[in-house]
């Protein structure tokens, strides 16, 4: 079945520091998401991306979608404390369900 | 902002016991699903659910599990014989015409 890959699964940052977490799919997706889960909460969507190769910027967070439409990255600028938390990329396969496969997650935390 | 609403939000159960835990979607959506997450583990499917019926479910939902929408707004996920291993946050999503989730707050599952 579709498997959604992550990694690193751990990062620790001081802050200020740069943070990247990459995602692969096993399958060609559709669309690829990503969603931060705060310690203690629940996923909350970040942001959405469709296009082969599409980059999108939040403030210091860019996304970037593969150009095969299979893989992901998030960076993070300049950490600050408030970045901390698990970090999970998520995709329905292409031509498939709407069933989201999450990754597995990577979970920041940052040093003051 | 619309919400995902949950209920309870920590239940405790005997193990073998029945537990119901009850979700009200965005009114508007159209997909909603059941995820769970063991703790600090991935989050992971459950079932998918679209057009009053399972759209797909993972090998995890087995017979002891079942869904309804019992009254067009509510969503419900049914353990019929609760186990051990059940122990997991159950986050309850929806899904709109924008094709991401939106998740609830989450109910907090322990059997003993």
């Known amino acids: 079945g579709q498997q959604v890959m992550q990694i690193p699964q751990y990062q620790h940052v001081q802050e200020g520091e740069d943070f990247t977490t990459y995602c692969n799919s096993s399958?060609?997706?559709?669309?690829i998401q990503w969603y931060k889960q705060r310690p203690g909460g629940h996923p909350v969507f970040l942001i959405q991306?469709?296009?082969?190769?599409e980059v999108k910027k939040q403030k210091r967070l860019t996304f970037q979608f593969g150009e095969a439409k299979k893989n992901s990255s998030l960076h993070i600028t300049a950490t600050q404390t408030t970045d901390v938390g698990t970090y999970f990329c998520?995709?329905?396969?292409?031509?498939?369900?709407?069933?989201?496969?999450f990754g597995k997650g990577t979970k920041l935390t940052v040093n003051p | 902002e619309p919400e995902v609403t949950q209920t309870p939000s920590h239940q405790v159960t005997q193990m073998g016991q029945e537990v119901i835990l009850r979700c009200v979607p965005i009114?508007?959506?159209?997909?909603f699903y059941w995820y769970r997450q063991i703790l600090g583990q991935k989050v992971e499917f459950l079932v998918s659910?679209?057009?009053?019926?399972?759209?797909?479910k993972s090998e995890i939902f087995d017979d002891q599990f079942s869904v309804e929408r019992p009254d067009g707004s509510n969503f419900t996920l049914k353990i019929r014989s609760t186990k051990l291993e059940d122990s997991a946050m159950y986050f309850c999503?929806?899904?709109?015409?924008?094709?991401?989730?939106?998740f609830g707050q989450g109910t907090r599952l322990t059997v003993v």
């Open positions: 998520a995709g329905p396969r292409q031509g498939g369900s709407e069933k989201l496969v």
């Open positions: 399958t060609t997706l559709s669309n």
């Open positions: 991306l469709v296009k082969s190769g």
């Open positions: 009114s508007n959506h159209l997909y």
């Open positions: 659910f679209y057009n009053n019926e399972i759209s797909e």
């Open positions: 999503a929806s899904m709109g015409p924008a094709r991401f989730a939106f």
